[in-house]
C-alpha cells in the first residue's frame, strides 16, 4: 500500500466518479420523467412513440404498484423463455456459417436454464465458457439483449421507488413499459455506443469472424480425462479421472461481437464475460485505459441515481448523504482487499517471495495487485461481477471484502437501479431504529414509518439471508455440492458460500474453483443456483415495490422539532451502521467458518 502510483490512481477513479455524478443523475430525471426533455429527443422521440404505438402501450396511463409488479415479472418471464429456447436450439439457427461459425451444439437443459435466469436477473453467473459454448447469435440475441433488458428493469424499479417516497395520496408509482423504454432508448443504448467505441479503439475485437486457429512456438504435452466415444469423461471403478497425455502444438484465438456485449456489461452492472477468463482476458480488457473505463462504468448510474434521489424527493442533501454511506464503505472495502493482497502470504515468503512482491497468484500482470483489489471491491460492491483477476487466488481477508460486499445486499453504489432500492431498504430501517431510539413515530421525508412498511423491510432482508444460509447449508451436507469443489477445508466452504451469496446477490462473480456444470450432468448445482438467482431478485423487487405503493398513499406531514434528519452526518454514520450491523449478525458466523479461519491458518504457514 505504499505504492504512490496507486493512490494516484484511486484519486484519479474517485475524482472521475465524482465528476459524472451530478451531470448523469440530472440526466436520469428528464429520462426518468416521462414528460422529460432530453436532446436525444429530435432522433429518438419518434421512435419513442412507434415503440408504444406498435406495443399498445398508452404512456398516458400509469399502474398501481400491483400492475406494475405484474408488468414487470411478465416481461422478466418472456425475456427468460426465449433466451432459454434460443440457447437450448442455437445450432438450429439459420445463417449458422456467419452466426455460429463454430458449430457450437445447444446447451443442455439444465445449463440452459441456469444461463437465462442468469441473465434475466443482471446476475451473469456463468457456468459455462464463453468462447468455447455460446454461438453469436446467442451472445448477441440473448445474452446481450438481457444485459439491456434485466439493467432497465433495476433502474424501472428504483424509479417506482422513488417515485413512492415522493409522492403524497397517489395511487401510482409510474409506468413499467415507459420507464424500460426511456431507460433503454435514452439512457443505456446511447452510452454503450459510445463506450463501445472507446473499447474497440482500446484494441477489443468485434467482428464476425470464425474462431483463428495459430500454431504454437513449440508443442508441449498436458494431462487431460479420457473421454469415450461419446464425449464423456472416463473415471475409475472409484471415481478417479482416467488421464491420457495429449500434446499441443496450436491456440484457438477467440473472435466476435465482443466490444457492444462488454459495453452493456459493464453499464448496466451484469458482468458475465464474452470469454470464460472475462475482464483478465486481452480482447476483454487490452489496456489500463480500457480497465479504468470498465471501472467507471460500473459504478457510473448507481453513482447518479443517489442525485436523481435527492432531485426527485427535494432534498439534495439526503442524495448526497446516501451516495456518502456508498463510498465510505466502499473506501473501506478497498483498503482492506488492497492491503491484504500487498502484504501476500506468508507461506509464498517463505518459499523465497519476497514480501514486497505481494500476492500475485491469479492476477493480470498488466494491472497489478492495486488495479485487482480496486476492480474486485467495485465490481461486488456494484453487483457487476465481472473480474479483472480471480477471486479464488486472493488472500482469505483479500476474498473476505468482495463475499461481505455481496452479503451487505449489494447496497454498496449497487447494481443499477437495484442498489439504490436495496439502499432505501436499509434507509427506512435506521430511520425506525432512529424512531425507537427517540420514542416517537418513526419519519422519512414527512411519511411515517409504520408496521406495514417496516414488515416489508424485514421480509426482503430475511429473503436475503435466509436463501443464502439455506442453500449454503444444503450444500455442504450433500454429496453433489461437496462433489463440485476444487478444495476442502475452509476454502472449500468460502467457495460454497460465495456461490449462493453472489446467485442471491445477483452479482455472478465466483471462486473460481468451485463446478457447477459438472461433466457428469448432475443438476443440483445448475438448478439450485438458477432458483438462488430468481429468489434474490424477484422475491425481494416484490415487497419493494409494494412498499412503493404503500408509501404514495401516506399524505407528508410537517417537520417538527422531533423529526429525524435524513441529510448530515448521524443519519450517514447510523446508515452505515445498520448496513454492517444487519450484515455482521446475520453472516458472521459462516464467515468465521471460511475465510477467518483461512487467515488464521495461512499465518500459521498451514492449509488446514
Same mark, same amino acid.
Given at each position: 500500500?505504499?505504492?504512490?502510483?496507486?493512490?494516484?490512481?484511486?484519486?484519479?477513479?474517485?475524482?472521475?466518479?465524482?465528476?459524472?455524478?451530478?451531470?448523469?443523475?440530472?440526466?436520469?430525471?428528464?429520462?426518468?420523467?416521462?414528460?422529460?426533455?432530453?436532446?436525444?429527443?429530435?432522433?429518438?422521440?419518434?421512435?419513442?412513440?412507434?415503440?408504444?404505438?406498435?406495443?399498445?402501450?398508452?404512456?398516458?396511463?400509469?399502474?398501481?404498484?400491483?400492475?406494475?409488479?405484474?408488468?414487470?415479472?411478465?416481461?422478466?418471464?418472456?425475456?427468460?423463455?426465449?433466451?432459454?429456447?434460443?440457447?437450448?436450439?442455437?445450432?438450429?439457427?439459420?445463417?449458422?456459417?456467419?452466426?455460429?461459425?463454430?458449430?457450437?451444439?445447444?446447451?443442455?437443459?439444465?445449463?440452459?436454464?441456469?444461463?437465462?435466469?442468469?441473465?434475466?436477473?443482471?446476475?451473469?453467473?456463468?457456468?459455462?465458457?464463453?468462447?468455447?459454448?455460446?454461438?453469436?447469435?446467442?451472445?448477441?440475441?440473448?445474452?446481450?439483449?438481457?444485459?439491456?433488458?434485466?439493467?432497465?428493469?433495476?433502474?424501472? $424499479?428504483?424509479?417506482?421507488?422513488?417515485?413512492?417516497?415522493?409522492?403524497?395520496?397517489?395511487?401510482?408509482?409510474?409506468?413499467?413499459?415507459?420507464?424500460?423504454?426511456?431507460? %433503454?432508448?435514452?439512457?443505456?443504448?446511447?452510452?454503450?455506443? $459510445?463506450?463501445?467505441?472507446?473499447? @474497440?479503439?482500446?484494441?477489443?475485437?468485434?467482428?464476425?469472424?470464425?474462431?483463428?486457429?495459430?500454431?504454437?512456438?513449440?508443442?508441449?504435452?498436458?494431462?487431460?480425462?479420457?473421454?469415450?466415444?461419446?464425449?464423456?469423461?472416463?473415471?475409475?471403478?472409484?471415481?478417479?479421472?482416467?488421464? $491420457?497425455?495429449?500434446?499441443?502444438?496450436?491456440?484457438?484465438?477467440?473472435?466476435?461481437?465482443?466490444?457492444?456485449?462488454?459495453?452493456?456489461?459493464?453499464?448496466? %452492472?451484469? +458482468?458475465?464475460?464474452?470469454?470464460?477468463?472475462?475482464?483478465?482476458?486481452?480482447?476483454?480488457?487490452?489496456?489500463?485505459?480500457?480497465?479504468?473505463?470498465?471501472?467507471? !462504468?460500473?459504478?457510473?448510474?448507481?453513482?447518479?441515481?443517489?442525485?436523481?434521489?435527492?432531485?426527485?424527493?427535494?432534498?439534495?442533501?439526503?442524495?448526497?448523504?446516501?451516495?456518502?454511506?456508498?463510498?465510505?464503505?466502499?473506501?473501506?472495502?478497498?483498503?482492506?482487499?488492497?492491503?491484504?493482497?500487498?502484504?501476500?502470504?506468508?507461506?509464498?515468503?517463505?518459499?523465497?517471495?519476497? !514480501?514486497? =512482491?505481494?500476492?500475485?497468484?491469479?492476477?493480470?500482470?498488466?494491472?497489478?495487485?492495486?488495479?485487482?483489489?480496486?476492480?474486485?471491491?467495485?465490481?461486488?460492491?456494484?453487483?457487476?461481477?465481472?473480474?479483472?483477476?480471480?477471486? =479464488? #487466488?486472493?488472500?482469505?481477508?483479500?476474498?473476505?471484502?468482495?463475499?461481505?460486499?455481496?452479503?451487505? +445486499?449489494?447496497?454498496?453504489?449497487?447494481?443499477?437501479?437495484?442498489?439504490?432500492?436495496?439502499?432505501?431498504?436499509?434507509?427506512?430501517?435506521?430511520?425506525?431504529?432512529?424512531?425507537?431510539? @427517540?420514542?416517537?413515530?418513526?419519519?422519512?421525508?414527512?411519511?411515517?414509518?409504520?408496521?406495514?412498511?417496516?414488515?416489508?423491510?424485514?421480509?426482503?432482508?430475511?429473503?436475503?439471508? %435466509? %436463501?443464502?444460509?439455506?442453500?449454503? !447449508?444444503?450444500?455442504?451436507?450433500?454429496?453433489?455440492?461437496?462433489?463440485?469443489?476444487?478444495?476442502?477445508?475452509?476454502?472449500?466452504?468460502?467457495?460454497?458460500?460465495?456461490?449462493?451469496? #453472489?446467485?442471491?446477490?445477483?452479482?455472478?462473480?465466483?471462486?473460481? +474453483?468451485?463446478?457447477?456444470?459438472?461433466? =457428469?450432468?448432475?443438476?443440483?448445482?445448475?438448478?439450485?443456483?438458477?432458483?438462488?438467482?430468481?429468489?434474490?431478485?424477484?422475491?425481494?423487487?416484490?415487497?419493494?415495490?409494494?412498499?412503493?405503493?404503500?408509501?404514495? +398513499?401516506?399524505?407528508?406531514?410537517?417537520?417538527?422539532?422531533?423529526?429525524?434528519?435524513?441529510?448530515?452526518?448521524?443519519?450517514?454514520?447510523?446508515?452505515?451502521?445498520?448496513?454492517?450491523?444487519?450484515?455482521?449478525?446475520?453472516?458472521?458466523?459462516?464467515?468465521?467458518?471460511?475465510?477467518?479461519?483461512?487467515?488464521?491458518?495461512?499465518?500459521?504457514?498451514?492449509?488446514?
Amino acid at each position: 500500500m505504499n505504492s504512490m502510483n496507486g493512490w494516484l490512481q484511486f484519486a484519479l477513479y474517485v475524482g472521475a466518479l465524482l465528476l459524472i455524478t451530478k451531470p448523469l443523475g440530472v440526466y436520469l430525471v428528464r429520462v426518468l420523467d416521462a414528460r422529460g426533455r432530453t436532446w436525444l429527443d429530435p432522433l429518438l422521440k419518434p421512435i419513442e412513440r412507434l415503440t408504444y404505438r406498435l406495443s399498445g402501450i398508452n404512456p398516458e396511463r400509469e399502474q398501481d404498484w400491483v400492475g406494475y409488479t405484474v408488468s414487470m415479472l411478465l416481461f422478466s418471464l418472456a425475456g427468460m423463455l426465449f433466451t432459454y429456447l434460443v440457447l437450448r436450439f442455437q445450432d438450429r439457427i439459420p445463417l449458422q456459417g456467419l452466426l455460429n461459425p463454430q458449430k457450437f451444439p445447444g446447451l443442455t437443459p439444465q445449463l440452459a436454464f441456469n444461463t437465462a435466469a442468469s441473465f434475466t436477473t443482471n446476475t451473469n453467473w456463468q457456468n459455462y465458457g464463453g468462447e468455447s459454448t455460446m454461438s453469436y447469435f446467442s451472445q448477441m440475441a440473448a445474452l446481450a439483449l438481457h444485459n439491456f433488458t434485466s439493467a432497465a428493469v433495476g433502474i424501472a $424499479v428504483a424509479a417506482a421507488l422513488v417515485r413512492g417516497i415522493a409522492r403524497q395520496s397517489a395511487k401510482t408509482v409510474g409506468n413499467f413499459w415507459v420507464d424500460t423504454v426511456r431507460v %433503454t432508448y435514452y439512457l443505456l443504448a446511447p452510452i454503450c455506443l $459510445v463506450l463501445a467505441l472507446a473499447l @474497440v479503439s482500446q484494441g477489443m475485437i468485434q467482428n464476425f469472424k470464425p474462431y483463428t486457429v495459430a500454431k504454437t512456438l513449440e508443442p508441449y504435452v498436458t494431462s487431460v480425462q479420457k473421454t469415450d466415444d461419446a464425449g464423456k469423461p472416463v473415471s475409475t471403478p472409484d471415481g478417479r479421472p482416467v488421464m $491420457v497425455a495429449q500434446t499441443v502444438d496450436s491456440q484457438t484465438i477467440v473472435q466476435g461481437p465482443m466490444a457492444s456485449q462488454v459495453a452493456i456489461k459493464m453499464l448496466g %452492472t451484469n +458482468g458475465g464475460g464474452y470469454t470464460n477468463a472475462n475482464a483478465a482476458h486481452p480482447f476483454e480488457n487490452p489496456t489500463p485505459l480500457s480497465n479504468f473505463l470498465q471501472m467507471l !462504468a460500473i459504478f457510473a448510474i448507481p453513482s447518479a441515481l443517489t442525485y436523481y434521489l435527492g432531485r426527485s424527493v427535494g432534498n439534495q442533501r439526503h442524495g448526497w448523504a446516501v451516495w456518502a454511506a456508498m463510498f465510505i464503505m466502499f473506501v473501506a472495502g478497498v483498503l482492506v482487499s488492497w492491503k491484504s493482497e500487498a502484504a501476500g502470504n506468508p507461506i509464498h515468503q517463505a518459499m523465497g517471495v519476497a !514480501a514486497a =512482491d505481494g500476492n500475485m497468484e491469479g492476477k493480470e500482470v498488466r494491472f497489478g495487485i492495486f488495479n485487482s483489489a480496486l476492480f474486485a471491491t467495485v465490481t461486488t460492491d456494484a453487483s457487476c461481477g465481472a473480474v479483472n483477476a480471480m477471486h =479464488d #487466488s486472493f488472500t482469505p481477508l483479500g476474498g473476505l471484502v468482495p463475499l461481505f460486499n455481496i452479503e451487505t +445486499g449489494e447496497v454498496i453504489f449497487g447494481g443499477v437501479g437495484a442498489g439504490l432500492y436495496g439502499m432505501l431498504i436499509f434507509v427506512v430501517l435506521a430511520v425506525f431504529i432512529a424512531g425507537l431510539m @427517540v420514542g416517537r413515530t418513526p419519519e422519512y421525508l414527512g411519511k411515517k414509518i409504520e408496521s406495514y412498511d417496516v414488515k416489508l423491510v424485514m421480509l426482503v432482508l430475511m429473503v436475503l439471508s %435466509t %436463501t443464502i444460509l439455506g442453500f449454503t !447449508a444444503w450444500a455442504c451436507v450433500s454429496d453433489w455440492g461437496l462433489a463440485g469443489l476444487g478444495n476442502s477445508g475452509p476454502h472449500g466452504f468460502s467457495e460454497i458460500l460465495y456461490a449462493f451469496s #453472489s446467485c442471491v446477490g445477483n452479482n455472478g462473480s465466483a471462486f473460481g +474453483g468451485l463446478t457447477g456444470n459438472p461433466a =457428469d450432468g448432475n443438476p443440483h448445482w445448475n438448478t439450485t443456483l438458477a432458483l438462488a438467482m430468481l429468489i434474490g431478485r424477484f422475491l425481494m423487487i416484490v415487497p419493494i415495490l409494494a412498499l412503493a405503493g404503500n408509501l404514495a +398513499g401516506k399524505r407528508l406531514i410537517p417537520i417538527s422539532a422531533g423529526t429525524f434528519r435524513v441529510e448530515g452526518l448521524t443519519f450517514v454514520v447510523l446508515l452505515i451502521g445498520t448496513v454492517l450491523l444487519v450484515g455482521a449478525l446475520t453472516f458472521l458466523p459462516a464467515l468465521a467458518l471460511g475465510p477467518v479461519i483461512e487467515h488464521f491458518l495461512m499465518n500459521a504457514g498451514t492449509l488446514s
